[in-house]
């Protein structure tokens, strides 16, 4: 008879180790994905200089732009926290592959996996939005210019206004 009030016994085996038997990582695995870990790592890289250049653009259109600026700016903005969040995705990916390089370690893998998946869907609603945002410029532009000669008969009337001011 055994003891109903005894504690259980748990398995204490890392479930996020390469040497447990239900999700080995073989080397070809980490050969195939540490391939992608030196562009993940440069694009990350460039994506935080891109913030930067979008950083002092906000500041010129709000120093600058004064109360025109702020749309400008306020796009910007969003723009470049997108940026800044992708760039975090990919640079935490490129970490993620190192340290999965050195210790062989699933944990390492599917926190990678976990980062670039992110990256890919910051990436695909950024991309269906400058689409609409497009379409959307094209049909403004159509609808107010059908021809350039109109496009230039519209700045001639501005530029005759503004004179007679």
């Known amino acids: 008879m055994t003891n109903v009030y005894q504690a259980p016994q748990a398995d204490l085996t890392p ?7 239900d999700n080995p990582i073989t080397q070809e695995m980490i050969d195939n994905i540490a391939k992608g ?3 993940a790592k ?6 935080y200089i891109a913030v930067g250049f979008i950083a002092l653009t906000v500041i010129y259109f709000l120093i600058v732009g004064k109360l025109m600026g702020l749309i400008p700016a306020l796009l910007f903005s969003i723009a470049g926290f997108v940026t800044f969040k992708m760039a975090g995705f990919l640079m935490t990916y490129s970490r993620s592959i190192s340290s999965l390089m050195e210790t062989g370690d699933v944990g390492d893998m599917l926190d990678a996996q976990e980062s670039f998946g992110s990256y890919m869907k910051w990436l695909g ?15 403004f532009v159509k609808n107010r210019y059908t021809t350039y000669q109109d496009m230039q008969n519209t700045i001639r009337e501005q530029e005759a206004m503004r004179k007679q001011l």
């Open 37 to 39: 870990r030196f562009w």
């Open 15 to 21: 479930k996020r180790s390469a040497q447990h038997n």
């Open 42 to 47: 440069f694009i990350g890289i460039l994506l």
């Open 125 to 139: 609603v950024t991309t269906a939005l400058g689409i609409v945002l497009f379409i959307m410029t094209n049909m």
